[in-house]
């Protein structure tokens, strides 16, 4: 079974930073593209970033220039470095393979199970 365990949220003020990982299992994670997405209080989860099995990688725009993705596929471990973070930042952050709209880009990589995801709190 695919997991997702993400870590490294919390409580930050506008225009910090943090940085979020999440560990990947039960899959072959050095083939696979991976995303970020996240969900605010009352809203639809929505894909944030996406990096490919390449490292190439795409953001959404309300991100781009402050969000960073990278892989670590040594260690099955992707990340998301957030700089210059805004109150509308906060959310829950989540990953898995990447589903759904980035822009004018359509993923459609078959989900794995959703871990508990990392609240991330961006304070104004």
């Known amino acids: 079974q695919v997991q997702f365990v993400e870590s490294g949220g919390g409580l930050v003020q506008a225009g910090g930073s943090l940085r979020l990982s999440c560990a990947a299992s039960?899959?072959?994670?050095?083939?696979?593209?991976m995303a970020w997405y996240r969900q605010a209080p009352g809203k639809e989860r929505d894909l944030v970033a996406v990096?490919?099995?390449?490292?190439?990688?795409a953001y959404a725009d309300s991100v781009t220039g402050r969000f960073t993705i990278s892989r670590d596929n040594a260690k099955d471990t992707v990340y998301l470095q957030m700089n210059s973070l805004r109150f509308e930042d906060t959310a829950i952050y989540y990953c898995?393979?990447?589903?759904?709209?980035?822009?004018?880009?359509?993923?459609?990589?078959?989900?794995?199970?959703w871990g508990q995801g990392t609240q991330v709190t961006v304070s104004s």
């Open positions: 990096i490919r099995d390449s490292g190439n990688a």
């Open positions: 039960g899959m072959i994670f050095s083939t696979s593209a």
């Open positions: 898995n393979r990447p589903r759904g709209r980035l822009g004018s880009m359509w993923f459609a990589a078959e989900l794995g199970s």
